[in-house]
C-alpha cells in the first residue's frame, strides 16, 4: 500500500496552508513553510498542492484586495526561497516538469473573490500573478454569487458573477463550485463551456449539510468533464466522529454517480490554523459545528497514505484509487489551466 500511495500522483485541491504561513511570518518565524509544510507534504506523497487564498472575515468587506495580495506574495516568497523542493505552476506543462524534476507543483486558487469585488477584468491580475483556480464566494455573499449558507434565498449569479464565469474561461482559470450557493452552481452549469469543478465537497446524501452537493449537481459537474474532491472536513462527512472509511463512503458515492473518472481529493485540513489562531479554546463553532474536530488518523497531508489503505482495504482497484489520488484532477489541469478558450475536455 504505501508503494501505490507513493508511486502515484497524488493531487491535494484544497489546503489552505497559506494562512498559516502567514500566522507564522507575523510571529517572526518565516520558516515554517520549508521546515514544516513541506515534510509533511513530501509525507503524504503530495505531488500537486493547490493553495487557495482565502478572505478571513475580518477583511472580507474591507482590505480584500491588499489582503489577497499579501498572502499571494507568501506564496511567491516561499516558491522562490524553496525552488529546490517546490515550484509555482500555471499550466498543465508546468506541474508535469515540476514533478518530473523532483518538486511539488503548488496551484494558487482563490476561496471567494472579495478581493475581485465585481471588477471582474481584475481575473487578468490575478492571472498574471499566477492564479488558476477560483471560487466566488465562501458561505456568504459576494458581489458575485451567494455562497451556500445563503441557500434559503434562491440566488443565482450576479451579471458581474456571469461575466467572471467568461472572462475566467478566457483566461484559463478554472471555474470552482465548492461553497457555491445550490442555484448559483446550477447557474454556472447552465452557461459553462469549460471543465467545471468542485475542489472540496462532499455527497449530500450522505452528509445533509448545505455544503456538499445533491447527486444531480454531481453528474452534471461530470458531464462538463470536471471532477469532485471529497472533503474530509470532519462536519461534512459524518455526524459526531466520523472515521476514513466514512470518506471512503463519499468517494464511493461520488463514483457511483459520476464514474470513477470524476471524484479527487480536497482534504480541507484546517485544525492546525484554528489550534494556532485561537489556541485557548478547546472547540471552535463554525455555523454550529465543532471546527477543531479531526478524523482519527486524517488529520493532515502527511496521513495521506492512510486513505490510500483504505480506499484498497474497500476494494477499489489500482487504477481507480490511482485516479482519485490525482490523476482525474491532474487531467482537468492539463485542460484548462492557462489555456485561453478551449471548450469541454
Not at 116 to 123: A, D, N, P, V, Y
Not at 194 to 207: E, N, Y
Request: glycine share 10%.
Amino acid at each position: 500500500m504505501p508503494e501505490l500511495h507513493h508511486d502515484a500522483v497524488v493531487v491535494d485541491c484544497h489546503n489552505d496552508l497559506i494562512l498559516l504561513v502567514d500566522r507564522w511570518r507575523a510571529l517572526g518565524d518565516p520558516g515554517y513553510f520549508g521546515e514544516r509544510v513541506i515534510p509533511s507534504l513530501r509525507a503524504g506523497g503530495v505531488d500537486v498542492q493547490v493553495v487557495p487564498i482565502f478572505m478571513e472575515a475580518e477583511y472580507a468587506a474591507e482590505g480584500a484586495l491588499r489582503r489577497a495580495l499579501q498572502l499571494i506574495e507568501w506564496v511567491h516568497r516561499e516558491a522562490d526561497a524553496n525552488r529546490d523542493a517546490v515550484a509555482l505552476c500555471g499550466s498543465g506543462a508546468e506541474i508535469d516538469a515540476a514533478t518530473a524534476a523532483g518538486k511539488i507543483a503548488l496551484v494558487l486558487a482563490l476561496e471567494g473573490c472579495e478581493a475581485i469585488g465585481k471588477q471582474t477584468e481584475l481575473f487578468g491580475t490575478f492571472f498574471r500573478l499566477g492564479v488558476r483556480m477560483a471560487s466566488f464566494t465562501h458561505f456568504g455573499r459576494t458581489l458575485l454569487a451567494d455562497g451556500s449558507g445563503e441557500d434559503d434565498t434562491g440566488g443565482r449569479l450576479t451579471r458581474a458573477g456571469v461575466a467572471a464565469v467568461h472572462e475566467m474561461e478566457r483566461l484559463g482559470i478554472l471555474v470552482d463550485v465548492s461553497h457555491l450557493s445550490m442555484a448559483g452552481t446550477q447557474h454556472v452549469l447552465e452557461i459553462a463551456t469549460r471543465p467545471v469543478i468542485a475542489s472540496h465537497s462532499s455527497a449530500r446524501a450522505l452528509r445533509d449539510h448545505h455544503r456538499n452537493l445533491f447527486d444531480d449537481v454531481l453528474r452534471r459537474i461530470a458531464e462538463t468533464g470536471g471532477v469532485i474532491g471529497a472533503n474530509f472536513f470532519p462536519a461534512f462527512v459524518a455526524a459526531g466522529r466520523p472515521t476514513i472509511d466514512d470518506v471512503v463512503d463519499h468517494i464511493q458515492h461520488l463514483a457511483a454517480v459520476t464514474g470513477w473518472d470524476h471524484v479527487g481529493i480536497g482534504p480541507d485540513f484546517i485544525k492546525e490554523y484554528y489550534d494556532e489562531r485561537y489556541p485557548h479554546h478547546p472547540s471552535l463553532k463554525i455555523e454550529g459545528l465543532d471546527a477543531k474536530i479531526t478524523i482519527e488518523g486524517l488529520t493532515g497531508p502527511q496521513d495521506l497514505p492512510a486513505l490510500t489503505e483504505a480506499l484498497v482495504r474497500r476494494g477499489v482497484s489500482e487504477a481507480n484509487v490511482r485516479k482519485v489520488l490525482g490523476e482525474n484532477f491532474l487531467r482537468v489541469f492539463r485542460s484548462v489551466l492557462g489555456i485561453s478558450g478551449v471548450g469541454r475536455g
